[in-house]
């Protein structure tokens, strides 16, 4: 009868072995899952550090090239003035050229005018002598 209890005693206890081998086994899958997660979100964390500092180097950089165009488009207002009174003071020097021109122009037909009489008047005296 002894044989018949350790018979029913053993067929009783023989899945306890299974169920810990199981159990341990999943808990290895688990902390090996857990620990692919973490190495991941390691890899992941220095990546977008990593995308933060471009991203702040970027729009410092984006700044800089905001405040030199600033600069840029000042100088271009300047400069613009600058040419539209230079312009302006050409226009001007250019219109009293041409009208120093016209008055040389005139003086030198006045000074042929003049020539041309002083001759006649030589001719007319020469002749009344």
Do not use: C, H
């Not at 999943?26 to 991941?40: P, Q, R, T």
């Amino acid at each position: 009868m002894a044989a018949r209890g350790l018979r029913t005693r053993r067929l009783g206890a023989d899945y306890w072995p299974g169920f810990v081998d199981a159990l341990a086994t999943l808990l290895l899958v688990v902390i090996f899952v857990l620990s692919v997660f973490i190495v991941a979100q390691f890899y992941l964390s220095e990546a977008l550090s990593g995308r933060d500092e471009a991203l702040r180097d970027l729009n410092r950089r984006a700044s800089e090239l905001a405040e030199l165009l600033a600069l840029e488009k000042a100088e271009s207002r300047e400069l613009g003035s600058e040419v539209v009174q230079l312009s302006a003071a050409l226009q001007d020097k250019t219109a009293q050229f041409d009208r120093l021109n016209q008055t040389l122009a005139q003086a030198d037909q006045d000074l042929a005018a003049r020539k041309t009489q002083i001759a006649e008047l030589d001719d007319a005296l020469a002749s009344a002598r």
